[in-house]
C-alpha cells in the first residue's frame, strides 16, 4: 500500500517559527522530508526546528518581504540540504484592519510586499537555484478571504486573492515539471488570526458546520497531501480548508 510520505525531498517553509507554517514544517520533517525552516527571528526558528522530528531541520532567518534575503535563504537550503524539491510561501502579514478606503499606503503597500510579491520572489529564486532543472512543487498559503469578502480585512483579503489567481498562472506557465497549488485556510486558531476569534470563539465556531475552528495541523496535514506524490495530478487548484464555513454566508460580526 502507497504511504504518503516525502522521504528523500527536500523542503523551505517561510513563516515557519510558529502557526500553520511551523505546523507544515514538522508534518513534512515527520514525512521524512528535509526542511529549511525560515522566518524573521533567528531565535523562534532554533526553538521551532529543536521540537521537531523526523527528516533534518536546518534554519534560515529571513524577512519573507526583502528580494536579497530571499534569495540568501535559497541558495543556503540549495546547499545544506542538497537540492530543493518542495517551497511553501506561506509567510504573510496584516498591519492593518478596517475599512479598505481608509488604508495607508505605507500599510497597503507592507500588505503587498509580503503576502503577494514576497511569494512570486521565493518562486522564482527556488526555480533558479533548483526547480527549473529537477522539478518539484510550489504551495501558496492563500486564505478563505481571497473567495469571498470579509469586514476589517478587505485589503489582506485582496493580498490573498490575487495569490490564487498567480498560483494558477505559476502553474501554467512551470508545468510540466513543476506543481503549483493554494491552500485557503479558514478561521485558524492561530496567533496571527487571534484577534478574529479570540473575543468571541464559541459563537463564531458555531457558525461553521463542523462546529469548530481550524487548528494549524488542519492545514499542514492539507499541505503534506499536495506536496506528496499523491498529488501528482493536481496543479493550478486552490484546496479549502476550512471546516465547512464557505457553505455559510459569513461568521457574525
Same mark, same amino acid.
Not at 502507497?2 to 514538522?26: F, M, N, P, Q
Not at 545544506?80 to 509567510?91: H, K
Not at 494558477?168 to 497549488?181: C, H, I, Q, S, Y
Given at each position: 500500500?502507497?504511504?504518503?510520505?516525502?522521504?528523500?525531498?527536500?523542503? +523551505?517553509?517561510?513563516?515557519?517559527?510558529?502557526?500553520?507554517?511551523?505546523?507544515?514544517?514538522?508534518?513534512?520533517?515527520?514525512?521524512?522530508?528535509? !526542511?529549511?525552516?525560515?522566518?524573521?527571528?533567528?531565535?523562534?526558528?532554533? =526553538?521551532?526546528?529543536?521540537?521537531?522530528?523526523?527528516?533534518?531541520?536546518?534554519?534560515?532567518?529571513?524577512?519573507?518581504?526583502?528580494?536579497?534575503?530571499?534569495?540568501?535563504?535559497?541558495?543556503?537550503?540549495?546547499?545544506?540540504?542538497?537540492?530543493?524539491?518542495?517551497?511553501?510561501?506561506?509567510?504573510?502579514?496584516?498591519?492593518?484592519?478596517?475599512?479598505?478606503?481608509?488604508?495607508?499606503?505605507?500599510?497597503?503597500?507592507?500588505?503587498?510586499?509580503?503576502?503577494?510579491?514576497?511569494?512570486?520572489?521565493?518562486?522564482?529564486?527556488?526555480?533558479?537555484?533548483?526547480?527549473?532543472?529537477?522539478?518539484?512543487?510550489?504551495?501558496?498559503?492563500?486564505?478563505?478571504?481571497?473567495?469571498?469578502?470579509?469586514?476589517?480585512?478587505?485589503?489582506?483579503?485582496?493580498?490573498?486573492?490575487?495569490?490564487?489567481?498567480?498560483?494558477?498562472?505559476?502553474?501554467?506557465?512551470?508545468?510540466?515539471? !513543476?506543481? !503549483?497549488?493554494? +491552500?485557503?485556510?479558514? +478561521?485558524?486558531?492561530?496567533?496571527?488570526?487571534?484577534?478574529?476569534? =479570540?473575543?468571541?470563539?464559541?459563537?463564531?465556531?458555531?457558525?461553521?458546520?463542523?462546529?469548530?475552528?481550524?487548528?494549524? =495541523?488542519?492545514?499542514?496535514?492539507?499541505?503534506?497531501?499536495?506536496?506528496?506524490?499523491?498529488?501528482?495530478?493536481?496543479?493550478?487548484?486552490?484546496?479549502?480548508?476550512?471546516?465547512?464555513? +464557505?457553505?455559510?454566508?459569513?461568521?457574525?460580526?
Amino acid at each position: 500500500m502507497a504511504e504518503l510520505s516525502l522521504i528523500g525531498k527536500r523542503a +523551505l517553509v517561510t513563516g515557519a517559527s510558529r502557526g500553520i507554517g511551523r505546523a507544515i514544517a514538522a508534518e513534512f520533517a515527520a514525512a521524512g522530508a528535509d !526542511v529549511m525552516l525560515s522566518s524573521r527571528k533567528a531565535d523562534a526558528l532554533e =526553538e521551532a526546528a529543536a521540537s521537531m522530528h523526523g527528516g533534518r531541520v536546518e534554519t534560515f532567518a529571513a524577512n519573507a518581504g526583502d528580494p536579497d534575503q530571499a534569495e540568501a535563504c535559497v541558495l543556503a537550503t540549495v546547499e545544506r540540504l542538497g537540492g530543493l524539491d518542495i517551497l511553501v510561501n506561506n509567510a504573510a502579514t496584516n498591519p492593518y484592519m478596517g475599512p479598505s478606503l481608509d488604508v495607508d499606503l505605507s500599510r497597503y503597500d507592507k500588505t503587498f510586499q509580503v503576502n503577494l510579491r514576497g511569494p512570486l520572489v521565493w518562486t522564482q529564486a527556488a526555480w533558479r537555484a533548483s526547480l527549473r532543472d529537477h522539478g518539484g512543487v510550489v504551495l501558496n498559503v492563500a486564505s478563505v478571504g481571497g473567495i469571498r469578502s470579509e469586514a476589517a480585512i478587505g485589503i489582506y483579503n485582496t493580498t490573498k486573492a490575487a495569490l490564487i489567481h498567480l498560483t494558477k498562472t505559476l502553474a501554467a506557465e512551470l508545468a510540466p515539471g !513543476v506543481r !503549483v497549488n493554494a +491552500l485557503a485556510p479558514g +478561521l485558524v486558531k492561530t496567533d496571527f488570526a487571534r484577534a478574529l476569534w =479570540e473575543p468571541a470563539e464559541e459563537v463564531v465556531a458555531a457558525h461553521v458546520p463542523l462546529q469548530r475552528l481550524g487548528v494549524p =495541523e488542519d492545514i499542514a496535514h492539507a499541505a503534506l497531501f499536495l506536496a506528496s506524490d499523491f498529488a501528482s495530478w493536481i496543479t493550478g487548484d486552490t484546496l479549502v480548508v476550512d471546516g465547512g464555513a +464557505l457553505v455559510r454566508p459569513s461568521f457574525p460580526g
